[in-house]
Protein backbone atom coordinates (compact mmCIF):
# COMPACT_ATOMS: atom_id res chain seq x y z
CA UNK A 1 0.00 0.00 0.00
CA UNK A 2 1.59 3.38 -0.91
CA UNK A 3 -0.19 6.49 0.14
CA UNK A 4 0.75 9.40 -3.07
CA UNK A 5 -0.43 12.92 -2.65
CA UNK A 6 -0.28 14.55 -6.27
CA UNK A 7 -1.30 17.55 -8.20
CA UNK A 8 -3.40 15.05 -10.00
CA UNK A 9 -4.61 11.49 -10.22
CA UNK A 10 -1.71 8.58 -11.35
CA UNK A 11 -4.05 6.79 -13.32
CA UNK A 12 -2.67 3.33 -12.53
CA UNK A 13 -4.37 0.27 -11.69
CA UNK A 14 -5.31 -0.09 -8.25
CA UNK A 15 -5.78 3.27 -7.51
CA UNK A 16 -8.07 5.05 -5.32
CA UNK A 17 -8.63 8.73 -5.65
CA UNK A 18 -8.79 10.74 -2.06
CA UNK A 19 -9.70 14.33 -3.25
CA UNK A 20 -8.56 17.21 -0.21
CA UNK A 21 -10.87 19.67 -0.45
CA UNK A 22 -10.99 23.41 0.61
CA UNK A 23 -11.74 23.85 4.49
CA UNK A 24 -14.83 23.55 6.21
CA UNK A 25 -16.35 27.30 6.68
CA UNK A 26 -15.62 26.78 10.33
CA UNK A 27 -12.27 25.24 10.12
CA UNK A 28 -11.42 28.48 7.51
CA UNK A 29 -12.59 31.05 10.43
CA UNK A 30 -10.34 29.03 12.80
CA UNK A 31 -7.44 29.08 10.62
CA UNK A 32 -7.39 32.88 9.82
CA UNK A 33 -8.07 33.81 13.54
CA UNK A 34 -4.80 32.08 14.59
CA UNK A 35 -2.37 33.00 12.09
CA UNK A 36 -4.10 37.08 12.10
CA UNK A 37 -3.32 36.56 16.09
CA UNK A 38 0.31 35.65 15.34
CA UNK A 39 0.93 39.14 13.60
CA UNK A 40 -1.50 41.01 15.29
CA UNK A 41 -3.21 40.17 18.91
CA UNK A 42 -5.76 42.59 19.06
CA UNK A 43 -7.61 41.57 15.96
CA UNK A 44 -11.20 40.42 17.07
CA UNK A 45 -13.23 38.47 14.38
CA UNK A 46 -16.52 39.10 13.82
CA UNK A 47 -19.08 38.34 10.73
CA UNK A 48 -16.35 39.77 8.39
CA UNK A 49 -13.75 36.60 9.11
CA UNK A 50 -16.43 34.46 7.76
CA UNK A 51 -17.06 36.96 4.36
CA UNK A 52 -13.00 36.61 3.88
CA UNK A 53 -13.19 32.85 4.09
CA UNK A 54 -16.03 32.29 1.66
CA UNK A 55 -14.44 35.08 -0.87
CA UNK A 56 -11.17 33.08 -0.61
CA UNK A 57 -12.97 29.86 -1.41
CA UNK A 58 -11.44 28.64 2.02
CA UNK A 59 -8.23 28.14 0.68
CA UNK A 60 -5.62 27.29 3.62
CA UNK A 61 -2.89 29.13 1.31
CA UNK A 62 -4.88 32.05 0.64
CA UNK A 63 -6.09 32.44 4.02
CA UNK A 64 -2.78 32.07 5.69
CA UNK A 65 -1.78 35.63 3.61
CA UNK A 66 -4.84 37.22 4.08
CA UNK A 67 -4.42 36.82 7.65
CA UNK A 68 -0.95 38.20 7.42
CA UNK A 69 -2.22 41.72 5.84
CA UNK A 70 -3.89 42.28 9.18
CA UNK A 71 -0.88 44.03 10.34
CA UNK A 72 -1.75 46.61 7.74
CA UNK A 73 -5.39 46.64 7.13
CA UNK A 74 -8.47 46.33 9.11
CA UNK A 75 -11.19 43.77 8.39
CA UNK A 76 -13.17 45.64 6.69
CA UNK A 77 -10.21 47.26 4.37
CA UNK A 78 -8.89 43.85 3.95
CA UNK A 79 -12.52 42.81 2.85
CA UNK A 80 -13.05 45.64 0.85
CA UNK A 81 -9.20 44.72 -1.15
CA UNK A 82 -10.63 41.29 -1.71
CA UNK A 83 -12.49 42.36 -4.95
CA UNK A 84 -8.30 41.95 -6.50
CA UNK A 85 -7.41 39.25 -4.57
CA UNK A 86 -4.09 38.24 -6.59
CA UNK A 87 -2.43 41.32 -6.16
CA UNK A 88 -2.88 41.29 -2.52
CA UNK A 89 -2.42 37.28 -1.21
CA UNK A 90 1.53 37.84 -1.33
CA UNK A 91 3.84 38.27 1.47
CA UNK A 92 4.22 34.47 2.46
CA UNK A 93 6.78 32.65 4.83
CA UNK A 94 10.58 33.13 3.49
CA UNK A 95 10.59 29.89 4.54
CA UNK A 96 8.53 28.73 2.28
CA UNK A 97 9.23 27.69 -1.41
CA UNK A 98 9.11 30.25 -3.80
CA UNK A 99 5.87 29.13 -5.67
CA UNK A 100 3.88 28.91 -2.00
CA UNK A 101 4.84 32.77 -1.23
CA UNK A 102 2.22 33.88 -3.16
CA UNK A 103 -0.97 33.05 -4.15
CA UNK A 104 -0.84 33.78 -8.00
CA UNK A 105 2.44 32.11 -7.93
CA UNK A 106 1.01 28.48 -6.82
CA UNK A 107 -1.67 29.03 -9.57
CA UNK A 108 1.18 29.69 -12.04
CA UNK A 109 2.95 27.01 -11.26
CA UNK A 110 -0.05 24.40 -11.94
CA UNK A 111 -0.69 26.22 -14.97
CA UNK A 112 2.76 26.02 -16.27
CA UNK A 113 2.65 22.53 -15.79
CA UNK A 114 -0.28 22.33 -18.16
CA UNK A 115 -0.13 21.66 -22.11
CA UNK A 116 -0.45 24.62 -24.29
CA UNK A 117 -3.93 23.10 -25.23
CA UNK A 118 -4.63 23.12 -21.84
CA UNK A 119 -3.81 26.27 -21.12
CA UNK A 120 -5.73 27.80 -23.52
CA UNK A 121 -9.08 25.51 -22.38
CA UNK A 122 -8.23 26.65 -19.12
CA UNK A 123 -7.97 30.91 -20.12
CA UNK A 124 -11.29 30.63 -22.63
CA UNK A 125 -13.35 28.93 -19.20
CA UNK A 126 -12.56 32.00 -17.72
CA UNK A 127 -15.08 33.79 -20.51
CA UNK A 128 -18.13 32.01 -18.47
CA UNK A 129 -19.17 33.63 -14.93
CA UNK A 130 -20.39 30.81 -12.58
CA UNK A 131 -19.72 28.20 -14.24
CA UNK A 132 -21.10 26.49 -17.63
CA UNK A 133 -22.30 23.01 -18.64
CA UNK A 134 -20.13 21.08 -20.72
CA UNK A 135 -22.25 21.76 -23.78
CA UNK A 136 -21.49 25.43 -23.49
CA UNK A 137 -17.80 24.98 -23.07
CA UNK A 138 -17.58 22.61 -25.85
CA UNK A 139 -19.86 25.22 -28.11
CA UNK A 140 -18.13 28.63 -26.90
CA UNK A 141 -14.65 27.79 -25.92
CA UNK A 142 -14.06 25.13 -28.18
CA UNK A 143 -12.90 23.04 -25.54
CA UNK A 144 -12.81 18.76 -25.52
CA UNK A 145 -13.92 16.20 -23.09
CA UNK A 146 -10.19 14.89 -22.71
CA UNK A 147 -9.12 18.75 -21.96
CA UNK A 148 -12.05 19.36 -19.57
CA UNK A 149 -11.19 16.31 -17.44
CA UNK A 150 -7.73 17.11 -17.27
CA UNK A 151 -8.12 19.93 -16.04
CA UNK A 152 -10.72 18.68 -13.30
CA UNK A 153 -8.12 16.16 -12.29
CA UNK A 154 -5.99 19.16 -11.59
CA UNK A 155 -7.78 20.73 -9.31
CA UNK A 156 -8.14 23.72 -11.59
CA UNK A 157 -11.62 23.45 -12.61
CA UNK A 158 -14.67 21.49 -10.48
CA UNK A 159 -17.31 19.30 -11.43
CA UNK A 160 -20.86 19.80 -10.41
CA UNK A 161 -23.49 17.90 -11.16
CA UNK A 162 -24.27 19.00 -15.03
CA UNK A 163 -22.23 21.71 -14.20
CA UNK A 164 -17.87 22.85 -14.59
CA UNK A 165 -17.07 25.55 -12.34
CA UNK A 166 -14.02 27.35 -10.81
CA UNK A 167 -12.84 28.93 -7.20
CA UNK A 168 -12.84 32.13 -8.05
CA UNK A 169 -9.51 32.87 -6.78
CA UNK A 170 -8.92 30.17 -10.17
CA UNK A 171 -11.27 32.05 -11.99
CA UNK A 172 -9.49 35.46 -11.71
CA UNK A 173 -6.08 34.02 -12.56
CA UNK A 174 -7.77 32.20 -15.54
CA UNK A 175 -9.20 35.86 -16.40
CA UNK A 176 -5.74 37.54 -16.58
CA UNK A 177 -4.87 34.95 -19.47
CA UNK A 178 -8.24 35.55 -21.11
CA UNK A 179 -7.64 38.96 -21.11
CA UNK A 180 -4.67 38.31 -23.37
CA UNK A 181 -5.90 36.44 -26.21
CA UNK A 182 -6.01 37.39 -29.54
CA UNK A 183 -9.35 36.46 -30.06
CA UNK A 184 -10.88 37.60 -27.09
CA UNK A 185 -13.73 39.89 -28.64
CA UNK A 186 -15.16 36.94 -31.36
CA UNK A 187 -14.88 34.75 -27.38
CA UNK A 188 -17.11 36.89 -25.93
CA UNK A 189 -19.83 37.77 -29.22
CA UNK A 190 -19.70 33.19 -28.90
CA UNK A 191 -20.66 33.57 -25.20
CA UNK A 192 -23.34 36.03 -25.61
CA UNK A 193 -24.59 34.44 -28.71
CA UNK A 194 -24.96 30.99 -27.18
CA UNK A 195 -27.13 32.96 -24.55
CA UNK A 196 -28.93 34.17 -26.71
CA UNK A 197 -29.61 31.22 -28.12
CA UNK A 198 -30.38 29.74 -24.82
CA UNK A 199 -33.02 32.17 -24.14
CA UNK A 200 -34.80 31.76 -27.37
CA UNK A 201 -34.97 28.05 -26.11
CA UNK A 202 -36.16 28.69 -22.68
CA UNK A 203 -38.76 31.53 -23.96
CA UNK A 204 -41.78 28.62 -24.99
CA UNK A 205 -40.93 26.88 -21.71
CA UNK A 206 -41.48 29.64 -19.61
CA UNK A 207 -44.56 29.13 -20.79
CA UNK A 208 -45.20 25.62 -20.46
CA UNK A 209 -45.56 22.76 -18.13
CA UNK A 210 -41.89 22.72 -18.27
CA UNK A 211 -41.48 26.04 -15.90
CA UNK A 212 -40.02 25.12 -12.93
CA UNK A 213 -37.14 23.20 -14.47
CA UNK A 214 -36.16 26.05 -16.71
CA UNK A 215 -36.49 28.81 -14.41
CA UNK A 216 -34.32 26.90 -11.96
CA UNK A 217 -32.01 26.53 -15.44
CA UNK A 218 -31.35 30.22 -16.02
CA UNK A 219 -31.24 30.51 -12.30
CA UNK A 220 -28.16 28.73 -12.41
CA UNK A 221 -27.48 30.94 -15.61
CA UNK A 222 -27.80 34.34 -14.48
CA UNK A 223 -24.06 35.67 -13.98
CA UNK A 224 -23.43 34.03 -17.70
CA UNK A 225 -26.97 35.90 -18.98
CA UNK A 226 -26.06 39.56 -17.01
CA UNK A 227 -22.21 39.04 -18.45
CA UNK A 228 -23.96 38.47 -21.94
CA UNK A 229 -26.32 41.05 -21.60
CA UNK A 230 -23.79 43.83 -20.46
CA UNK A 231 -21.53 42.86 -23.54
CA UNK A 232 -24.65 43.13 -26.10
CA UNK A 233 -24.82 46.67 -24.58
CA UNK A 234 -21.80 47.95 -24.20
CA UNK A 235 -21.13 46.81 -28.39
CA UNK A 236 -24.31 48.91 -28.97
CA UNK A 237 -25.98 45.43 -30.39
CA UNK A 238 -29.70 46.81 -29.27
CA UNK A 239 -31.33 43.92 -31.25
CA UNK A 240 -29.63 41.38 -29.96
CA UNK A 241 -29.96 42.68 -26.36
CA UNK A 242 -33.79 43.00 -26.68
CA UNK A 243 -34.24 39.72 -27.86
CA UNK A 244 -32.24 38.22 -24.90
CA UNK A 245 -34.43 40.46 -22.60
CA UNK A 246 -37.35 39.85 -24.23
CA UNK A 247 -36.89 35.80 -24.09
CA UNK A 248 -36.39 35.48 -19.90
CA UNK A 249 -37.47 38.52 -18.34
CA UNK A 250 -40.19 36.86 -17.50
CA UNK A 251 -38.00 34.27 -15.19
CA UNK A 252 -36.91 37.61 -13.56
CA UNK A 253 -40.01 38.62 -12.70
CA UNK A 254 -40.90 35.61 -10.99
CA UNK A 255 -37.71 35.21 -8.94
CA UNK A 256 -38.40 38.99 -7.81
CA UNK A 257 -34.87 40.32 -9.88
CA UNK A 258 -37.10 43.39 -11.13
CA UNK A 259 -34.61 46.08 -10.31
CA UNK A 260 -31.80 44.69 -12.17
CA UNK A 261 -34.20 43.70 -15.59
CA UNK A 262 -35.40 47.02 -15.41
CA UNK A 263 -32.01 48.78 -15.83
CA UNK A 264 -31.15 46.04 -18.34
CA UNK A 265 -34.30 46.74 -19.99
CA UNK A 266 -33.62 50.67 -19.92
CA UNK A 267 -30.10 50.65 -21.14
CA UNK A 268 -31.14 48.57 -24.41
CA UNK A 269 -34.05 50.48 -25.40
CA UNK A 270 -32.20 53.53 -24.84
CA UNK A 271 -29.15 52.60 -27.49
CA UNK A 272 -29.97 53.72 -30.90
CA UNK A 273 -30.53 51.87 -34.21
CA UNK A 274 -33.80 50.20 -35.99
CA UNK A 275 -34.94 47.00 -34.23
CA UNK A 276 -37.45 44.50 -35.62
CA UNK A 277 -41.28 45.45 -34.48
CA UNK A 278 -41.53 42.35 -32.11
CA UNK A 279 -38.16 43.25 -30.18
CA UNK A 280 -39.85 45.98 -29.05
CA UNK A 281 -42.67 44.59 -27.93
CA UNK A 282 -40.91 42.61 -26.19
CA UNK A 283 -39.16 44.94 -24.83
CA UNK A 284 -41.77 47.36 -24.15
CA UNK A 285 -43.43 45.11 -22.32
CA UNK A 286 -41.22 43.26 -20.29
CA UNK A 287 -40.05 46.23 -18.95
CA UNK A 288 -43.43 47.60 -17.96
CA UNK A 289 -44.22 44.32 -16.21
CA UNK A 290 -41.38 44.97 -13.94
CA UNK A 291 -42.24 48.41 -13.26
CA UNK A 292 -46.06 48.00 -12.62
CA UNK A 293 -45.01 44.83 -10.46
CA UNK A 294 -42.82 47.22 -8.15
CA UNK A 295 -45.60 49.36 -7.89
CA UNK A 296 -43.60 51.92 -10.18
CA UNK A 297 -47.36 52.83 -11.94
CA UNK A 298 -45.60 56.05 -13.52
CA UNK A 299 -42.88 54.52 -15.45
CA UNK A 300 -44.86 51.21 -16.46
CA UNK A 301 -47.43 52.80 -18.06
CA UNK A 302 -46.02 55.04 -20.48
CA UNK A 303 -44.10 51.72 -21.57
CA UNK A 304 -47.22 49.50 -22.35
CA UNK A 305 -48.15 52.68 -24.60
CA UNK A 306 -44.38 52.38 -25.65
Known sequence: TVLITSREPLHVDGEWEVAVDPLQEQEAVELFEQRAAAVRSDVAGNGEVVEICRRLDCLPLAIELAAARVKALSLPALL??????LPLLAGGSRSAPERQRTLAATIAWSHDLLRPAEQDVFARLAVFVGGCTLEAAEQVCGADLDEIGSLVDKSLLRHTGERYWMLETIREFAAGRLEALPDLSELRDRHAAWYVELGERARPELHARQRPEWLDRLDAEHANLRAALEH???????????????????????????????RLF???LALEGEVAPERLVDGYWGASILALWQGDVDEGEPLVAG
Do not use: Y
Open 266 to 268: ASA
Open 80 to 85: ERLDQR
Open 232 to 262: LLAGGDKDRALQLLGAIWLSWATRGQWTEGR
